[in-house]
């Protein structure tokens, strides 16, 4: 079983228990519907929300700052990252997309985005 796979697998496995305990609806969903559309914008909105938490970490990202701040927890950091794979596989599981068709389209965009960059794009 591929890495991705079991990511998905401990998601899906996380939605079901919000489905028990939560009230979550049911997956996967119908995209056309309107209820559906409004909780993946939430979904995400949140995903959204721990990027920006982890760009909170990033202390010299700021063009104004003239001071270099050396401290940095890496190990914060990586869980925010890791709380936006968190909400990102739920919005595809939620969408119905499978790890498969995520592999997928991510390779032939990368093949997409190289060709792109030595064809002069």
Do not use: W
Not at 112 to 119: F, G
Request: one cysteine or more; glycine letters at 4%; aromatic letters at 12%.
């Amino acid at each position: 079983m591929n890495l991705l796979k079991i990511m998905f697998k401990q998601q899906r496995d996380f939605i079901a228990l919000l489905q028990k305990y939560r009230d979550h609806p049911n997956i996967p969903f119908d995209i056309t519907d309107k209820k559906s559309q409004q909780f993946l914008r939430q979904l995400a909105f949140e995903c959204m929300g721990e990027l920006f938490e982890a760009n909170i970490h990033l202390k010299n990202s700021k063009s104004h700052r003239k001071t270099n701040i050396v401290e940095f927890d890496r190990d914060k950091y990586i869980e925010e990252l890791s709380d936006v794979l968190h909400y990102f596989f739920g919005i595809a599981i939620c969408s119905g997309v499978t790890s498969d068709e995520l592999y997928e389209a991510y390779m032939t965009k990368g093949e997409t985005n190289v060709k792109r960059i030595l064809d002069g794009y």
